[in-house]
């Protein structure tokens, strides 16, 4: 069992449920402070790539802005249509925002701290996200509104599509930390701890052995989090703000705590798995102090790179997004186990599998340049193609054909 | 009683209420609700007795994918709209069926002498070994069930075609 | 841990209850849903043999092994059921398993 830091300090060791408590509410905590955090710098990161500035009213520099945001949410009135499902409609909330509490319970923000190493830490996080899922079709039906309805099945259709490149990518990883083990140990206990996963790091992050499987891995993130460019399920000029649509004050502010935990939560797991987490590149010769810094600096990064897409991309729509998954992320997610599984069966090098993936990250690049090439032209050709143009019929014609 | 028995106790009385709640309940979307509750306290079951493994598998399954079928397919065959009958013809037949059956399953389990270990002893289920036999002894049937997969996947693509002259 | 005799119990009784709603719903999604509890109650109960006998018959899996097929082959098998009810929808436009009765004599 992690020690806790405040038993570090005073030399006590306190019993398991307080210790798990005192974790917990660090955790409740954090995530508070964060989607305080992320909804004033949201605005600001997007204000600036849109060349404005953003909140600057309340208070210095703009920064209350989250507090002013939270007291409207909850003095607004709780508000419910009368011929929704009454259970259904407030249940859905907690469906959607607990297993997004939950997952953070493995995950490590450095060498200990931890709320609990789960041993199926990586299985855990995936099994329970979802069920958000259930939350977001309960939320969708129970609103008794057809826009709803229409943004829960998108939401849940492309949180489905995209959760499985995303898995079959993150067995990808766990495959080489297993190799890894098996040369070391013996036996492949602890490849799906994701302390472990940031363990094996020390050297080389695995986006350098594995970079399609990053790739990937942010992509689907993007779509789990219905963030642009895959934002079709929540868009407000497509399905009038999708599932929580007929929901107001506390009630919508569960959905968008949950949005912005669920935010926090897969950067933390991207930079874990992918980029070394509390660990690379020299986390364990450094105190807990610094490696807190380099998990924030490397989750920081991440974020910054959803907003910027946010700012920067146009938005997917709901078949093209669904083709995208199925057609070409997951032919190419199943491609990248298969080319594991051959090169550490027969114990090649880990650079082969380094560059096995990146030769088919360039393949994946190569195809989606050359598909939307070409779609382009053809756009481009229909709109010079002259369309039939009205002939004027002068009086002469008129009189001269009669 | 140790702690592990209580909880034990108190999941399986969540598992049954779902259960109840399942078979008994007006409203079929509250059902189906109950049946995630009821599901969700299986896998609880499974962490007690140690598979943790399983729990996992159990809801990555059935908490994320039949639950969320099932609530397309009553969406899709218009559920809300024609509530259930609570007094069937079948009700009287059923409950006795039921409960005999019930009575036979408690007197044979409370009256066999089970030859297993002391419960005191139970060591936790190593997971990494349950993947060693999954694919060494039981590596013929799992290819099977993945053969069923697919199969079940390319009986749903086809079954959900429009009909001639459909649309 | 408790005794195996009570999560035998337990099981025994969700499988019950599984059986009554087989019996006595009419909506097709709601005897599947009923049938998904009796195939639970089987998976717990098999678990609970393997885990409480595992000291005494020589370290076997059987019983997980074949809880996690049941999860597996019981996914599979409800995707396929939901399809055909779905298509018996739009056919008779009833999810009624007593209004699906053109073959009774």
Do not use: C
């Not at chain 1, 997004?100 to 041993?119: M, Y």
């Not at chain 1, 363990?199 to 695995?206: A, G, S």
């Not at chain 3, 059987?62 to 999860?71: D, K, L, R, S």
């Amino acid at each position: 069992m992690p020690d806790l830091v405040l038993s570090e300090f005073a030399g006590v060791s306190l019993p398991d449920w307080i210790d798990a408590l005192i974790r917990i509410v660090f955790v409740v905590a954090l995530m508070t402070v964060n989607a305080l955090a992320l909804i004033y710098l949201e605005r600001k990161v997007l204000a600036r790539f849109h060349q404005r500035v953003g909140p600057t009213r309340t208070g210095p520099f703009g920064m209350l802005q989250s507090a002013a945001d939270a007291v409207k949410l909850l003095t607004k009135e709780d508000v419910r249509p009368a011929s929704a499902d009454r259970w259904v409609f407030e249940l859905a909330p907690y469906f959607a925002f607990v297993p997004i509490f939950l997952v953070f319970i493995p995950i490590p923000w450095t060498e200990t701290w931890v709320v609990r190493d789960l041993e199926l830490g990586f299985l855990f996080v995936f099994g329970v996200l979802g069920l958000n899922l259930v939350g977001v079709v309960m939320a969708g039906w129970g609103s008794d509104n057809k826009y709803a309805l229409l943004g829960a099945v998108r939401a849940a259709a492309q949180a489905i599509s995209y959760e499985l490149p995303m898995l079959l990518v993150s067995v990808a990883v766990v495959m080489v930390v297993s190799a890894r083990l098996l040369v070391d140990n013996g036996s492949t206990l602890g490849a799906v701890d994701l302390n472990v996963i940031a363990l094996e790091q020390t050297t080389t992050p695995f986006i350098i052995l594995q970079p399609l499987g990053f790739a990937i891995f942010m992509i689907g993130m993007l779509a789990e989090l219905h963030r642009p460019p895959f934002d079709m399920p929540i868009a407000e000029s497509e399905v009038v703000g999708g599932y929580f649509v007929e929901y107001s004050g506390i009630r919508w502010s569960f959905f968008f705590l949950a949005e912005y935990t669920a935010l926090l939560l897969l950067v933390m797991i991207a930079s874990v798995v992918f980029l070394g987490g509390w660990n690379f590149p020299f986390g364990e010769d450094v105190g807990l102090g610094l490696q807190l810094v380099l998990t924030l600096a490397k989750a920081g990064a991440l974020i910054f790179i959803l907003f910027w897409s946010r700012a920067m991309l146009p938005r997917l729509r709901i078949d093209q997004l669904m083709s995208f998954s199925w057609k070409v992320l997951l032919p190419f997610s199943i491609l990248q186990v298969l080319a594991n599984a051959i090169i550490l069966t027969y114990d090649g090098d880990e650079w082969i599998v380094g560059v096995t993936s990146l030769a088919l990250l360039v393949l994946l690049s190569a195809l989606v340049y050359v598909r939307a090439k070409m779609l382009a032209r053809g756009a481009e050709r229909s709109i010079h193609k002259q369309p039939a143009r009205p002939r004027l019929i002068t009086a002469q014609d008129v009189t001269s054909g009669d | 009683m140790s702690a592990t028995e209580v909880v034990f106790y108190i999941i399986s009385f969540v598992m049954v209420a779902g259960g109840l709640g399942v078979v008994l309940s007006r409203n079929i979307v509250h059902s189906a609700l109950a049946l995630i509750m009821s599901l969700g306290a299986v896998a609880g079951i499974y962490v007690i007795l140690t598979v943790e493994f399983l729990a996992l598998a159990q809801l990555v399954v059935y908490g994320g994918a039949v639950i969320m079928l099932m609530l397309f397919a009553l969406m899709l065959t218009r559920a809300r709209e024609r509530p259930q009958a609570l007094f069937g013809k079948n009700r009287p037949v059923a409950l006795a069926v039921a409960g005999g059956l019930l009575t036979a399953f408690v007197a044979g389990i409370l009256g066999t002498e089970w030859a297993q270990s002391n419960r005191d002893e139970i060591e936790p289920v190593p997971f990494e070994e349950i993947g060693d036999v999954l694919f060494s002894v039981w590596a013929v049937p799992f290819e099977v069930v993945s053969v069923v997969l697919v199969i079940a996947m390319a009986g749903a693509i086809l079954l959900s075609q429009p009909d001639e002259g459909e649309r | 841990m408790p005794p195996l005799e009570n999560v035998l119990v337990v099981s025994a009784i969700l499988f019950s209850i599984g059986v009554y709603g087989v019996l006595t719903r009419r909506n097709a999604v709601n005897i599947l849903m009923s049938v998904e509890l009796m195939l639970n109650a089987v998976s717990i109960n098999m678990v609970a043999f393997a885990v409480y006998g595992r000291v005494a018959f020589d370290n076997t899996f059987t019983g997980i092994i074949f809880a996690f097929f049941i999860v597996v082959v019981a996914a599979a098998e409800v995707a396929l059921a939901l399809g055909i009810v779905v298509r018996l929808f739009r056919n008779r436009a009833t999810a009624n398993v007593d209004e699906v009765n053109l073959l009774k004599w």
